[in-house]
C-alpha cells in the first residue's frame, strides 16, 4: 500500500528518532500499512534476524496488535541494536515508550481498527 496513514507517519518518525532498527521500523510500518493483510512472515523475508520476531507478530494477529499486543521479541532485537548503534539509550525507557505509543495514539489505533474492521 503506497498511500500513508498519517499517525503511521507519526509512529515511523518516532521510530527512526528513538534509533530504532531500521529493518524492524520498515518491518512494523509496511504491517500497520497493509492492515495485517500481509504476514509479517512475508514483510521480513530479507531480514532473517527478524524472524522469530515475525514469527511472534504472525502469532498475535493484526487485532490483538492494534489492541495493543506487543511482541516480546521486539524488544530483544531492539536492545541488540542499540547496544550496537546508540548505547546511551536505555532499553527500558524506549520500551516504556513504544508500551506507551498506543495509549498516545488511541485515536490512532481506534482509526487503523475501524480501517480494520470494515
Not at 531492539?78 to 536505555?90: C, E, I, M, R
Request: charged content about 20%.
Amino acid at each position: 500500500m503506497n498511500k500513508s496513514v498519517p499517525p503511521v507517519d507519526e509512529l515511523q518518525s518516532w521510530m527512526e528518532a528513538t534509533y530504532s532498527d531500521k529493518s524492524l521500523t520498515h518491518a512494523l510500518i509496511e504491517y500497520i500499512q497493509s492492515r495485517g493483510k500481509r504476514q509479517m512472515n512475508g514483510i521480513c523475508q530479507n531480514a532473517p534476524y527478524l524472524n522469530e520476531f515475525a514469527k511472534e507478530i504472525d502469532q498475535l494477529w493484526w487485532d490483538n496488535m492494534v489492541d495493543g499486543g506487543i511482541a516480546k521479541k521486539l524488544f530483544s532485537l531492539q536492545h541488540d541494536h542499540l547496544s550496537k548503534k546508540a548505547p546511551h539509550v536505555n532499553i527500558r525507557t524506549w520500551a516504556q515508550n513504544v508500551v506507551k505509543k498506543p495509549a498516545d495514539h488511541t485515536p490512532t489505533m481506534a482509526v487503523l481498527k475501524c480501517i480494520h474492521t470494515h
